[in-house]
């Protein structure tokens, strides 16, 4: 590893790509600091580009972060950064959570911007919503989840897999470990792309499918909102209105509620595979249920201790993005880019992108020596 001096002629790692590194492994500069054996004042100064790290200190960073040297000295081309993400327990949620998720979409939008330069993938698809977040009420919600319904021509019947009707409708889908039990599921715009991060934490079918309904609530309704400790209750009610709109259409679903007894609603869930919370929530919206008829429902469900974990819970799968990892595949087996190539480009740690892209372990691995059986 060359010296780093003040001869103007060797390179010099970014200081923003430090910063970076260090966040999307969710430490602090004075974490940082301490693992690299450096002061956290150094830190600073390496990330404002103050100070340059010297070999030793860069080999640490280099070993901490888990990034190869190129990270350190490409920037990636970025049409933009992501717009605020839509995290749920924004009050909750500790700051080095949020930084290093935020890192993560970041990351995302990179690839998909690699993507896009040789693969044409889906175009965002959404009809256009006048939808005002300060004054409309929930009837426009429910006439904006009809209208998206009537725009992807899905009818008003339950929804199967959803992350690939969202990806069909360029919608981008990762789902990794967050490591964090404050976030199921964030969502966010990053030039002109919508992508939403799920949790595989979360086991649930039911759960997870509520979930990527409420993110594609804040898609629909929120572009270009900024989200603040002021008005987050707003839009994750708002949002939350939008997946029960979606995913429980009122023109049937509120056709099918014949009775509150809890043995009848796990024969609903089987068929519209929402939990059977989500489904007296939606009948209390939509005032099929009074207070007390809610109230049963939830007393039955404390009763069977079933309010955590519900029957059917493991009997649907959770959504399982494909477009990002399949156009990574396409580019090494149609010999478009070697994986030498994409890591040049990218600049990334090759698991953080099989990661990102739902790929197995060792799928982008320049070690693996491929062969095949002879005829």
């Not at 100064?45 to 010297?54: K, N, R, S």
């Not at 019947?157 to 959803?162: K, M, T």
């Not at 400790?229 to 509620?257: C, M, R, W, Y």
Request: hydrophobic share 40%; proline share 5%; aromatic share 8%.
């Amino acid at each position: 590893m060359p010296t780093v001096t003040s001869d103007n002629r060797l390179g010099k790692p970014i200081p923003e790509r430090i910063k970076e590194a260090r966040e999307a492994r969710g430490l602090s500069g004075e974490q940082l600091a301490e693992m690299i054996g450096v002061s956290r004042q150094a830190v600073a100064q390496y990330e404002t580009g103050q100070i340059t790290p010297g070999p030793d200190a860069l080999r640490a960073i280099i070993a901490v972060t888990g990034q190869s040297l190129s990270f350190f000295t490409t920037l990636p081309a970025r049409p933009s950064d992501p717009q605020t993400p839509f995290f749920r327990s924004l009050k909750r949620m500790e700051s080095h959570h949020r930084r290093r998720i935020y890192r993560r979409l970041q990351w995302a939008g990179d690839i998909l911007s690699f993507l896009e330069r040789f693969i044409e993938l889906p175009s965002v698809n959404l009809p256009d919503f006048e939808f005002d977040p300060w004054n409309d009420d929930f009837d426009q919600i429910e006439v904006a989840a009809e209208m998206l319904r009537d725009h992807w021509g899905l009818g008003r019947g339950p929804i199967r897999q959803l992350a690939h009707l969202l990806e069909a409708n360029g919608i981008f889908i990762v789902r990794e470990s967050v490591k964090c039990s404050d976030m199921d599921a964030v969502s966010c715009w990053i030039g002109g792309r919508a992508l939403a991060l799920l949790s595989s934490e979360v086991e649930s079918g039911p759960r997870d499918l509520f979930n990527l309904a409420h993110e594609l609530g804040h898609i629909c309704l929120h572009a270009g909102v900024e989200v603040t400790s002021e008005n987050l209750d707003k839009i994750e009610k708002q949002a939350h209105a939008f997946a029960g709109a979606f995913l429980l259409p009122q023109e049937t679903f509120s056709k099918e509620v014949l009775g509150t007894s809890l043995g009848y609603f796990i024969s609903l869930k089987e068929r519209w595979g929402v939990s059977i919370a989500a489904m007296a929530m939606r009948c209390k919206s939509l005032s099929i249920f009074s207070e007390n008829q809610q109230s049963y429902l939830f007393r039955q469900m404390n009763t069977h201790k079933i309010r955590k974990i519900e029957p059917l819970d493991d009997k649907f799968p959770v959504n399982s993005p494909h477009v990002m990892g399949e156009a990574m595949k396409m580019l090494i087996e149609h010999r478009v880019c070697s994986i030498g190539e994409i890591e040049e480009n990218l600049g990334l740690n090759m698991e953080d992108v099989e990661e990102l892209c739902g790929l197995e372990k060792g799928v982008l691995d320049q070690k693996v020596v491929p062969f095949r059986l002879k005829e």
